[in-house]
């Protein structure tokens, strides 16, 4: 299971309230990354890391904030989420090219935004 | 730009008939391209990728650099196979690579 967890797996939670979903990895990889899956849109880049205080934003960030201070976690936060924020969110890492560049995903984090 | 299109949202076949799942990208020099699958409210799984060239559950995929495609094919079709399918593009850009997918076609296989 590439050692990456998600929590939580589930959460229902109101609009302008902070969430913040967090990514645990095992593997000591270097790279993360945060996705969102949409109906008609696969997976989007949000944010991703490069190493530990070292992120930058993918192609929807806007709304989200991450940050990585140790080299297994990477955490998600929506500071004040919106029903366009319902969405399941996949962690995924990646060791980068000297294990072949493969990114390896988590199970996903189902979020509702009412 | 670096783009990923799946024409097919959805692709729906008899068990024992072939399957073609098409893919097409846009993007300047080699790409690195892969195949993912995800069951039903599960993790998305490495399925293929082509600089592996191999065959994973009977799947094969092969790189058209000509046609910029990289269409995930099988000979005959399993119940199990129903799934939806991301091809997907290594990207560089910034400090690291990143995947960009595709929107996905969801294969239901009919018995």
């Known amino acids: 299971d590439a050692g990456i967890t998600q929590s939580p797996r589930h959460k229902v939670t109101e609009t302008g309230t902070p969430v913040t979903l967090r990514c645990h990895q095992t593997?000591?990889?270097?790279?993360m990354y945060w996705y969102r899956q949409d109906p008609g849109h696969g997976l989007r880049l949000i944010h991703y890391s490069y190493g530990v205080k070292d992120t930058d934003k993918g192609e929807v960030s806007d709304g989200y904030s991450v940050s990585r201070s140790k080299t297994e976690d990477f955490l998600l936060t929506l500071e004040s989420a919106t029903s366009s924020q319902t969405s399941v969110y996949f962690c995924?890492?990646?060791?980068?090219?000297?294990?072949?560049?493969?990114?390896?995903f988590g199970e996903g984090s189902w979020l509702t935004v009412v | 730009a670096q783009r990923v299109t799946q024409p097919e949202k959805l692709l729906s076949v008899f068990k024992g008939a072939p399957v073609e799942l098409k893919c097409n990208y846009s993007?300047?020099?080699?790409?690195?391209l892969f195949w993912y699958v995800q069951y039903s409210r599960q993790r998305l799984q490495l399925l293929l990728r082509h600089i592996s060239r191999e065959s994973i559950k009977g799947f094969t995929a092969d790189l058209n650099k000509g046609e910029t495609s990289f269409h995930l094919k099988k000979p005959f079709a399993q119940e199990e196979d129903s799934a939806m399918y991301y091809c997907?593009?290594?990207?560089?850009?910034?400090?690291?690579?990143?995947?960009?997918f595709g929107t996905g076609t969801l294969l239901a296989v009919q018995p």
């Open positions: 593997e000591n990889h270097r790279y």
């Open positions: 997907a593009l290594m990207g560089y850009g910034g400090a690291t690579n990143k995947l960009i």
């Open positions: 995924a890492i990646s060791g980068g090219q000297g294990f072949g560049n493969t990114i390896y």
């Open positions: 993007y300047s020099g080699s790409p690195e």
